[in-house]
């Protein structure tokens, strides 16, 4: 009984150390160079008005649930995700979007690069409250 206590904090403990080592990973991102990487999304997306492009706005995006931006069209499967954008779950949409949300709109390969990544969500943590 003992021992599987302990496997069990054991396993807490890891998986509180995984999860902040991906926060501190987007928190240590680059907003200059996210910026630069970002231009991308800018032709789809706005940044800072709230206005709907070919995509959502993403002002306001972290703390955001995924699919509730007013004035977007979303897919079904954006809208019934249960996501919400933080600095993690949004390292990983970027990453594959059609991976992480199957059935998503978003007709974007992703960035297969972690500090791209990382800087792209730093960058939208500053530039889209």
Request: glycine share 12%; aromatic share 6%; charged share 20%.
């Amino acid at each position: 009984m003992k021992i599987a206590r302990l496997q069990i904090a054991a396993l807490g403990a890891l998986g509180l150390v995984l999860g902040l080592a991906g926060t501190a990973m987007a928190a240590d991102g680059d907003p200059v160079h996210g910026r630069t990487v970002a231009a991308r999304c800018l032709a789809c997306h706005d940044l800072n008005t709230g206005a709907t492009r070919l995509g959502p706005s993403l002002k306001g995006v972290i703390g955001r649930k995924a699919g509730s931006m007013p004035g977007y069209a979303y897919s079904e499967a954006m809208k019934n995700s249960g996501v919400t954008w933080t600095p993690d779950t949004l390292d990983a949409y970027l990453k594959s979007p059609t991976t992480y949300v199957k059935g998503t709109k978003m007709a974007f390969a992703g960035l297969p690069d972690a500090k791209d990544r990382a800087d792209v969500v730093a960058y939208l943590g500053q530039a889209t409250k």
